[in-house]
């Protein structure tokens, strides 16, 4: 039996780094996650055992760390297309570079009422991402997003008219607490370069607003809303894919002690949750 080599990639993920500029008057802070992908014409190196044509990951490890001081100046998205090309640019078998980019979150202290020069805190899960794909060509692609964005509202929520069988014990609600943890990512029109830290912020901005505004039927509805309103806020996006688990709050049964809970006491429940997804496009 004959057998070839289908499409493949291989890089390093899980690489840690943490920078701090040591500025007279105060430090910076940038905390970051970052996973490396090459791919190209590396055949050889599953079939015939040739090595010759690979760049170690351990080498992208290195390149993370020793580009870090140069160019993670500013936003994330800008480091990775440094990142990418080097990588392209030391590995003739490469025909992509890909970086995935995570920022954690971390915000100055606060002593005495003022923001700390050298101590900082980490109040929530929340980081920016992106996602740099370059190619030998020169073609850069950049999908630009934030995770772990924790919104809650208690009420403008209903889910109801919904599809019921047998097997179906939902009750309809016309009033619920919606919970959820959204990631975004959205894809730049062709040719478009945007200042993407703005871009990041006018994103966020965007999402928080129209879910704590957006009078919803479900989070199906919630999540178009959202993406339009991401769209008209940050021009040079094409598209944004969302995804919103729905972090379910039930009403806790206080009639077994004698007393009556009047939407009030929740029990928070981690699983199972539902998920949606979904992507907004232009147009």
């Not at 959205?186 to 966020?204: C, I, N, Q, S």
């Amino acid at each position: 039996m004959s057998a070839s080599m289908g499409t493949n990639s291989y890089g390093k993920d899980g690489i840690r780094l943490v920078l701090v500029r040591r500025e007279p008057r105060r430090h910076e802070l940038r905390d970051l996650t970052v996973g490396i992908r090459l791919a190209g014409d590396f055949d050889r190196v599953h079939t015939e055992g040739d090595n010759s044509a690979v760049l170690p990951t351990d080498t992208m490890r290195s390149t993370v760390y020793a580009l870090a001081q140069e160019h993670l100046t500013g936003c994330i998205e800008d480091f990775g297309v440094a990142v990418a090309r080097r990588l392209l640019s030391v590995t003739p078998a490469a025909s992509t570079a890909r970086v995935e980019l995570v920022e954690h979150r971390w915000t100055r202290s606060s002593v005495a009422g003022a923001l700390h020069a050298h101590a900082f805190e980490s109040g929530s899960a929340e980081r920016a991402t992106a996602s740099v794909t370059v190619d030998r060509g020169g073609q850069v692609d950049v999908h630009s997003g934030l995770d772990g964005l924790s919104l809650l509202k208690t009420t403008d929520s209903a889910f109801s008219g919904f599809l019921r069988d047998e097997l179906t014990v939902l009750p309809e609600t016309e009033d619920r607490i919606l919970a959820t943890e959204v990631a975004a990512d959205w894809a730049h029109l062709p040719g478009h370069t945007p200042a993407y830290d703005v871009e990041r912020a006018a994103a966020r901005r965007a999402l928080v607003e129209t879910f704590a505004s957006h009078r919803s039927r479900s989070v199906q509805h919630t999540l178009h809303a959202m993406g339009a309103a991401l769209l008209a806020a940050c021009p040079d996006a094409a598209e944004v894919h969302l995804r919103l688990p729905n972090k379910h709050h039930v009403a806790v049964d206080l009639q077994a002690v004698g007393l009556t809970n009047d939407r009030a006491v929740f029990v928070a429940t981690d699983r199972p949750y539902g998920v949606i997804e979904g992507t907004v496009t232009r147009g």
